[in-house]
């Protein structure tokens, strides 16, 4: 698993082209023309989103810049989910550039957490992992990682930097040559077609028969209607994985999202 870096680097280096463009509301001095940017799909909006929010605030009165946020045909954007999990939740089926919509006032209390920094983001992060290493190793190796260790995952991300990343969390994707395995894979499917955000369950990876267990068999098992079928494919559900099964995610959770429709 640890040792398939090309295909480590493959989902790390995944990039979204996204076009960034001001609420139509928000009162500027001069026009405001869009931004494009390549949104790294393992990241956070909030984490890679300055210079947006530099190009926004050149064109704006200063007594006008509140708390930024993000919205995609109407919908408030979680900082908190992974950009490639908004994307294949809102937007899988749309055509690229994305087009997200920048706002600085009216912030929507009801849909989002406030992110006044990058301090908020980290502790976030570093919960998903100890959540994610109590699944797999009850946190033997999160809690035995020093502070400098929880300090380069974190940069690692930050800076998008993929070696410096990999170098410690590949410990967390260890497991002792006499286990078979993780003791649970830690996932999240999430749905948009529903009122509950995701399901999240205890899922061992090794069936009680000794055979390894597929994407497929959690799905079957937690979100049966993703697995119909083939001739009612397209008015089914199917999955769309934001890292790779396994759980080789920049948080060590395995993201699905179950979105209405066939693919493309």
């Not at 076009?19 to 023309?33: G, K, M, N, P, W």
């Not at 930050?158 to 002792?176: C, G, H, S, T, V």
Request: charged letters at 25%; one cysteine or more.
């Amino acid at each position: 698993m640890t040792d398939d870096k090309d295909v480590l680097r493959d989902v790390w280096f995944g990039r979204i082209p996204t076009c960034f463009t001001l609420y139509q509301d928000e009162i500027t001095e001069r026009e405001a023309e869009p931004y494009y940017l390549l949104l790294p799909r393992i990241s956070y909006l909030t984490l890679v989103t300055d210079k947006v929010k530099k190009h926004f605030q050149k064109v704006m009165r200063q007594e006008e810049v509140n708390e930024i946020w993000f919205e995609y045909e109407g919908t408030p954007l979680k900082w908190h989910y992974p950009i490639g999990l908004l994307f294949d939740l809102h937007a899988s089926n749309t055509a690229l550039p994305w087009s997200i919509t920048v706002h600085f006032k009216n912030f929507p209390e009801k849909d989002l957490l406030h992110c006044h920094s990058k301090d908020v983001i980290e502790a976030h992060f570093m919960a998903c992992i100890k959540e994610a290493d109590a699944l797999k190793h009850k946190s033997q190796v999160i809690n035995e990682m020093q502070k400098k260790d929880h300090k380069q995952l974190w940069m690692g991300l930050q800076n998008d930097k993929f070696e410096q990343f990999w170098a410690i969390n590949r410990k967390l994707m260890e497991y002792p040559p006499e286990d078979s395995g993780f003791r649970y894979i830690p996932f999240r499917i999430y749905q948009a077609t529903t009122e509950r955000p995701f399901i999240q369950k205890l899922f061992r990876p090794i069936a009680s028969g000794g055979q390894l267990h597929t994407l497929g068999d959690l799905l079957k098992d937690v979100c049966p209607s993703a697995i119909t079928p083939e001739e009612a494919f397209q008015q089914s559900l199917y999955a769309l994985c934001n890292g790779i099964w396994s759980g080789e995610a920049e948080n060590n959770t395995c993201r699905s999202c179950a979105v209405p429709g066939g693919a493309e």
